[in-house]
């Protein structure tokens, strides 16, 4: 009893026709469906692999010359198919062979999920696209949820451009603080400039320019015979190479003239007490060039 059932359930495994690869391919000369697992398929050629179990011989390059070589027999159903091919791997597990035929041989393909293509020059057998599956496996659009988002988007595109215009502004202040600094200091420097007067004279020495002569100009605010003499600010500097001296900014009024030629130690002036030369507002004044080994009264 026990011999019959595996006898009976080695006969129903051998001749039940069972689909293993999950897809089918149909050849132009062959119009059984050869069950294999198709890998690519291209305008040039289809990409297949089909297993051990189905191969009942197989050819190497028998067909010399030719872009498909090679040749596998396999079983269909009871019934013997040549597929021309070029046989690409002998695998082992799973054991199979891995082969390429060429498109034109090919009518049509099914897929796994039961999806039939005809291929471009087959015999024009009904064709369900793929696209038109991808398309009805999305998942529909919420209006809400399409709202929300493209509401957070506005609103996040607004701050952003808030915050440019923000920067903009206080960049502007920032300018306009710095100009308007700058206008006070010079409006500051020319107002100073029209408060005082500039000092410009020349120290010789027997007719040539005297350099290093120490200069000093004193202010006088009373002077005269019977007055005593009151000096106010002083102000000193040294000749250049060319014997010359500049004052700036020196305050407006009378002013007299001191100088110390390098080997001297004392100061020299004029021996009348009144104002060598007078300063006047935003002028310059030009004294007259003196001789230093002229001496008078200390």
């Not at 011999?3 to 069972?18: D, G």
């Not at 469906?33 to 297949?48: G, H, R, T, Y």
């Not at 090679?70 to 002998?90: L, T």
């Not at 202010?219 to 009151?230: A, R």
Request: charged residues 35%.
């Amino acid at each position: 009893m026990i011999y019959r059932f595996f006898f009976v359930s080695f006969l129903l495994f051998t001749f039940i026709p069972l689909r293993v690869s999950g897809d089918g391919l149909r050849l132009v000369h062959f119009d059984e469906e050869i069950d294999v697992k198709i890998l690519e398929v291209n305008e040039n050629f289809v990409k297949a692999n089909i297993p051990d179990k189905d191969i009942l011989s197989v050819t190497i390059k028998s067909e010399l010359g030719s872009q498909y070589p090679d040749a596998v027999v396999v079983d269909v159903h009871g019934e013997s198919c040549r597929i021309v091919c070029k046989i690409i791997e002998v695998s082992q597990k799973p054991r199979g062979i891995t082969f390429m035929v060429p498109r034109q041989d090919v009518s049509t393909i099914q897929i796994a999920f039961d999806r039939g293509y005809d291929l471009p020059g087959g015999h024009g057998e009904a064709v369900e696209r793929k696209e038109e599956t991808e398309k009805q496996q999305l998942s529909p659009i919420d209006p809400d949820k399409l709202r929300e988002q493209i509401k957070g988007d506005l609103l996040s595109e607004f701050e952003k451009k808030q915050e440019k215009e923000d920067m903009a502004i206080e960049e502007m202040k920032e300018e306009l603080r710095l100009e308007f600094e700058e206008m006070e200091v010079e409006k500051e420097k020319r107002m100073v400039e029209s408060n005082f007067g500039d000092v410009k004279g020349r120290m010789l020495l027997k007719g040539k320019p005297l350099q290093g002569c120490q200069v000093k100009i004193v202010m006088l605010d009373e002077w005269g015979l019977m007055g005593g003499v009151k000096e106010g600010a002083r102000f000193e500097t040294i000749t250049d190479e060319n014997g010359r001296y500049h004052f700036e900014r020196i305050p407006p009024g009378g002013y007299k003239v001191y100088w110390k030629p390098p080997a001297e130690t004392s100061w020299i002036r004029k021996m009348k007490m009144e104002p060598d030369f007078y300063v006047e507002v935003g002028e310059t004044c030009y004294t007259p060039d003196r001789e230093t080994n002229v001496r008078t009264a200390n």
